[in-house]
């Protein structure tokens, strides 16, 4: 654990309780702001080698940082309740000497700690724009351009797509910080029982980037192709992997995350995670047409902009409506 972190875990309230699922409940300062004072454990910290994020499930307070910040309004508000004038003093110093020595290097914006293995695109792949516009006529650059265009003309425009000779899939790169990290291989046969190949880091977050951009919402899917068509991000799975949140969480401070289930069952997971878990997110139900199973098939028949419109308009961030609006949506 970061100095920076252990100093702010170590002057938590001392009667501070730890759950199984890795969060620590106490009762929450911010509660005595907006009503009467908690006396049931229901502020909530989740501690990371290189950050933290904070939730209260009763006022409904929230806060993040990691390491390489500086303090947000919250977070300041927040930890204020806990230390004193010098320990606050020795924060900010602690945070403000870290973030001279490591300016300009961009492992400072929540770079994992781990060691992670970094895959680079084999060097048969080739751009499918390019080659299209190069003029370049191989088969199998034709098989994939037709199954894209098929499942949405768009994409081409929208990611930087790529193919190979003698292979019935296309590539998917996977950026952080600006930079391949790993790549994705998608299947063009429908039928086969893995239409997905990763090879990416442990704990990787498809459009990762998108999360430090200024928005106001962060729509999450599960699959890469429903973030593409959004512009959203990606988890690349039907449920929150400890590393995966770990990524996700010191952004709930700048903005709401939206989690968009594909209606099916593995996206009831995920709802059901969120729900049991009580993440800090909210959960969409657009009022989409039976047989529109994810934000693909909404894009294709709705468009890029209205699907978008959809998902933040019918947002539910309240756990019990949640469960409830959950019971029409995968029905």
């Known amino acids: 654990m970061h100095e920076i972190i252990e100093y702010i875990y170590d002057l938590l309230p001392a009667d501070k309780k730890h759950r199984g699922n890795g969060w620590t409940y106490f009762n929450c ?31 409904k307070f929230k806060c993040g940082f990691h390491v390489g910040q500086y303090l947000s309004k919250n977070c300041y508000s927040f930890l204020k309740e806990f230390l004193n004038t010098t320990q606050m003093a020795t924060l900010l110093e602690m945070i403000k000497k870290y973030n001279e020595q490591h300016e300009g ?36 650059l034709q098989m994939c351009k037709l199954y894209i265009e098929d499942r949405n003309p768009r994409l081409l425009n929208w990611e930087n797509l790529m193919w190979a000779d003698r292979k019935e899939s296309f590539l998917i790169p996977c950026y952080e910080y600006g930079k391949v990290v790993g790549y994705s291989l998608r299947m063009l046969d429908d039928t086969v029982k893995n239409k997905y190949i990763h090879y990416i880091p442990q704990g990787y977050v498809y459009n990762f980037d998108n999360l430090a951009l200024p928005r106001k919402y962060e729509i999450i899917t599960e699959g890469q192709l429903d973030a593409l068509a959004i512009n959203g991000v990606s988890i690349l799975s ?36 969120v729900i049991e878990e009580n993440l800090p997110f909210s959960v969409a139900f657009p009022n989409w047409e039976k047989g529109i199973k994810d934000t693909f098939d909404a894009v294709k028949k709705y468009g890029r902009l209205y699907t978008i419109y959809s998902i933040i308009t019918n947002k539910e961030a309240d756990k019990d409506n949640i469960k409830m609006k959950a019971i029409k949506w995968f029905s």
């Open 29 to 59: 300062p911010m509660c005595k702001y907006t009503e009467n004072s908690d006396t049931k454990h229901r502020g909530n910290i989740l501690i990371f080698d290189d950050g933290f994020v904070y939730q209260c499930f009763n006022c």
């Open 105 to 140: 290097n961009e492992k400072t914006i929540s770079q994992p700690v781990i060691k992670r293995e970094i895959r680079d695109i084999p060097k048969e792949y080739k751009s499918i724009r390019e080659s299209l516009v190069n003029g370049e006529t191989n088969p199998y």
């Open 238 to 273: 039907n449920e929150f992997t400890q590393e995966r949140l770990r990524r996700i969480l010191p952004y709930i401070d700048n903005k709401e995350i939206i989690i968009m289930p594909d209606r099916d069952k593995a996206g009831k997971k995920l709802v059901d995670q």
